[in-house]
T-cell receptor, first 114, second 109 residues
Framework: IAGITQAPTSQILAAGRRMTLRCTQD?????MYWYRQDLGLGLRLIHY???????GKGEVPDGYSVSRANTDDFPLTLASAVPSQTSVYFC?????????????FGPGTRLTVL | GQNIDQPTEMTATEGAIVQINCTYQ??????LFWYQQHAGEAPTFLSY??LDGLEETGRFSSFLSRSKGYSYLLLKELQMKDSASYLC??????????WGAGTKLIIKP
């Protein structure tokens, strides 16, 4: 069982380019999340999905979009990358979006926008 | 507003005990999580508290006081592999996690 996989592991991107970060889980979890992690700051929620077919905005959604066509996949797209989007991006999933439900994290994607 | 506070960095000695504190203020409360994150890796789940009191799992224990908006993570018999960042997160009324910036724990021999 792989758990959660993310691709690519790292990427250097020119500003203005479009980029999709991939996230796939094999745990049949209903809820999925995208976070960014920056030095000195806590994990910040970008977008989430409580179940396939639905998505919601987190704390820092601007410049990002997501889709949830099926249970397993939750891609994050940067339509036109900017340097402030340089960060480490983590995808996570939980059985459901409910009290006490543990979130499990993928290995992360380190993105640099120049 | 929502806020999670924890110390930026702590240093402890191998074999000793260390307590990492966390105070939280969130819109609603559905429990307090602790995660461990080694440098360059993903966060991994350590503990969850929703009721007041102490939860113990091996060398790690976590305490919660809901009336004080306070939690701590207690690590006993410290090992070098415990050098990592420890993240405190409160689950709010929308079942979303609000994260602290993390406490970097340095273990010295």
């Amino acid at each position: 069982i792989a758990g959660i996989t993310q691709a690519p592991t790292s990427q250097i991107l020119a500003a203005g380019r479009r980029m999709t970060l991939r996230c796939t889980q094999d745990m049949r979890h209903n809820a999925m999340y995208w976070y960014r992690q920056d030095l000195g700051l806590g994990l910040r929620l970008i977008h989430y999905s409580n179940t396939a077919g639905t998505t919601g905005k987190g704390e820092v959604p601007d410049g990002y979009s997501v889709s949830r066509a099926n249970t397993d996949d939750f891609p994050l797209t940067l339509a036109s990358a900017v340097p402030s989007q340089t960060s480490v991006y983590f995808c996570a999933s939980s059985g459901r979006a409910g009290a006490g439900d543990t979130q499990y994290f993928g290995p992360g994607t380190r993105l640099t926008v120049l | 507003g929502q806020n999670i506070d924890q110390p930026t960095e702590m240093t402890a000695t191998e074999g000793a005990i260390v307590q990492i504190n966390c105070t939280y203020q969130t819109s609603g409360f559905n429990g307090l999580f602790w995660y461990q994150q080694h440098a360059g890796e993903a966060p991994t789940f350590l503990s969850y508290n929703v009721l007041d009191g102490l939860e113990e799992t091996g060398r790690f224990s976590s305490f919660l006081s809901r009336s004080k908006g306070y939690s701590y993570l207690l690590l006993k018999e410290l090992q070098m592999k415990d050098s990592a960042s420890y993240l405190c997160a409160s689950m709010d009324s929308n079942y979303q996690l609000i994260w602290g910036a993390g406490t970097k724990l340095i273990i010295k021999p």
